[in-house]
T-cell receptor, first 116, second 114 residues
Framework: EPEVTQTPSHQVTQMGQEVILRCVPI?????FYWYRQILGQKVEFLVS????????KSEIFDDQFSVERPDGSNFTLKIRSTKLEDSAMYFC??????????????FGPGTRLTVL | AQSVTQLGSHVSVSEGALVLLRCNYS??????LFWYVQYPNQGLQLLLK??????LVKGINGFEAEFKKSETSFHLTKPSAHMSDAAEYFC????????????FGTGTRLTIIP
C-alpha cells in the first residue's frame, strides 16, 4: 500500500541553524500539508500546498518557514533559523482531494526535530 | 473557527471492556469529522471519518463513531478493548468548503489494563 515517507526520522540542530525536512507524498496525490506536534500538545496545522503554491498557512508559519516541491516528488519544509520552540514532531500529509468529498489525508511517520 | 474538544486526556479500560472516547465539535458549517490513532513512535493513522452520509460510521480495528448533531458530538467506541488498542487517539474536524486542513483535539491516551 502506498505510504507517505519522511526523512530524517530524527534531526538534532543548534539554535539558529537551517534545517530542511523532507517528505515523499503518495505519488498521485495533489494536496500536501505540514503539521507539527510539540511534545505533549495537540497536532497543529502549519501549511497546505497545491499546484506549486501555498493554499493556506497558519500564524505559526512565519517568514522563517518555507515549503517547496522541488522535483515533483519531494515536498520539503525549511526552517531558516531554528529556535528552541521549533522543537517538535513534524508530520507531512498528502491527499488526493477528489472534489465533493473529504478525501483522507495520509500522514507520514514524522520527523522529530530537536533544537539545542 | 472550527474546533474539537476531547474530554479526558487519559482513559484506562480493562481488556474486554467497552472503550468510549469523547469528542465534541464546534463548527459554523457542516463538519467533516475524523478519528486518527497514533501508536508509539508512529505517524497518524485514520480510524474513520464522517462525511455527512451515514451518522454511524464504522472504521478499522472494530471502532465506530456516531455523529450526533443535536449534541455536537462524535464519540468513538469499541465494544471490547484489546491490548493492541493502547495508543493516542485524536479527533479532528475540517470544513467542506474546499479548505480541508485538519483541526485536531488535544488527544486521549488510551491505556488497556490486562
Amino acid at each position: 500500500e502506498p505510504e507517505v515517507t519522511q526523512t530524517p526520522s530524527h534531526q538534532v540542530t543548534q539554535m539558529g541553524q537551517e534545517v530542511i525536512l523532507r517528505c515523499v507524498p503518495i505519488s498521485n496525490h495533489l494536496y500536501f500539508y505540514w503539521y507539527r506536534q510539540i511534545l505533549g500538545q495537540k497536532v497543529e496545522f502549519l501549511v497546505s500546498f497545491y499546484n506549486n503554491e501555498i493554499s493556506e498557512k497558519s500564524e505559526i508559519f512565519d517568514d522563517q518557514f518555507s515549503v517547496e516541491r522541488p522535483d515533483g516528488s519531494n515536498f520539503t519544509l525549511k526552517i531558516r533559523s531554528t529556535k528552541l520552540e521549533d522543537s517538535a514532531m513534524y508530520f507531512c500529509a498528502s491527499q488526493a482531494r477528489d472534489r465533493g468529498r473529504a478525501d483522507t489525508q495520509y500522514f507520514g511517520p514524522g520527523t522529530r526535530l530537536t533544537v539545542l | 473557527a472550527q474546533s474539537v474538544t476531547q474530554l479526558g486526556s487519559h482513559v484506562s479500560v480493562s481488556e474486554g471492556a467497552l472503550v468510549l472516547l469523547r469528542c465534541n465539535y464546534s463548527s459554523s458549517v457542516p463538519p467533516y469529522l475524523f478519528w486518527y490513532v497514533q501508536y508509539p513512535n508512529q505517524g497518524l493513522q485514520l480510524l474513520l471519518k464522517y462525511t455527512s452520509a451515514a451518522t454511524l460510521v464504522k472504521g478499522i480495528n472494530g471502532f465506530e463513531a456516531e455523529f450526533k448533531k443535536s449534541e455536537t458530538s462524535f464519540h468513538l467506541t469499541k465494544p471490547s478493548a484489546h491490548m493492541s488498542d493502547a495508543a493516542e487517539y485524536f479527533c479532528a474536524v475540517s470544513d467542506n468548503f474546499g479548505n480541508e486542513k485538519l483541526t485536531f483535539g488535544t488527544g486521549t491516551r488510551l491505556t488497556i489494563i490486562p
